[in-house]
Nanobody
Framework: QVQLVESGGGLVQPGGSLRLSCVASGLSFSMYKMTWYRQVPGKERELVGDISMGGGITDYADSVKGRFTISRDNAKNTVYLQMNSLKAEDTAMYYC?????????????WGQGTQVTVSS
């Protein structure tokens, strides 16, 4: 059974830092591109950033470039989202997504999300 479990969310002050983790199980982790998304009520889901299977290539939304860093540890089946210089507009539910980019059929999995609230 495939499962993605996010953790690390919470309440932080503006300018603070937080590290989110997403632990995957039930899949061959290194075969999956990992992506972080976020969503607030009433708004569309937003891509935060993604990381390639081996961790060598990352991409970020303009809104988080220079502040957020995605990394992965394939030996631990875990992808991380390090968030620095947090702003109120970063407040959202953050979701981990896994997509198999090799082979067929294309499959995609989602975690339950972890809430990040940036407020003073």
């Amino acid at each position: 059974q495939v499962q993605l479990v996010e953790s690390g969310g919470g309440l932080v002050q503006p300018g603070g830092s937080l590290r989110l983790s997403c632990v995957a199980s039930g899949l061959s982790f290194s075969m999956y591109k990992m992506t972080w998304y976020r969503q607030v009520p009433g708004k569309e889901r937003e891509l935060v950033g993604d990381i390639s299977m081996g961790g060598g290539i990352t991409d970020y939304a303009d809104s988080v470039k220079g502040r957020f860093t995605i990394s992965r540890d394939n030996a631990k089946n875990t992808v991380y989202l390090q968030m620095n210089s947090l702003k109120a507009e970063d407040t959202a539910m953050y979701y981990c997504n896994a997509v198999r980019v090799l082979g067929a059929p294309r499959v995609e999995y989602w975690g339950q999300g972890t809430q990040v609230t940036v407020s003073s």
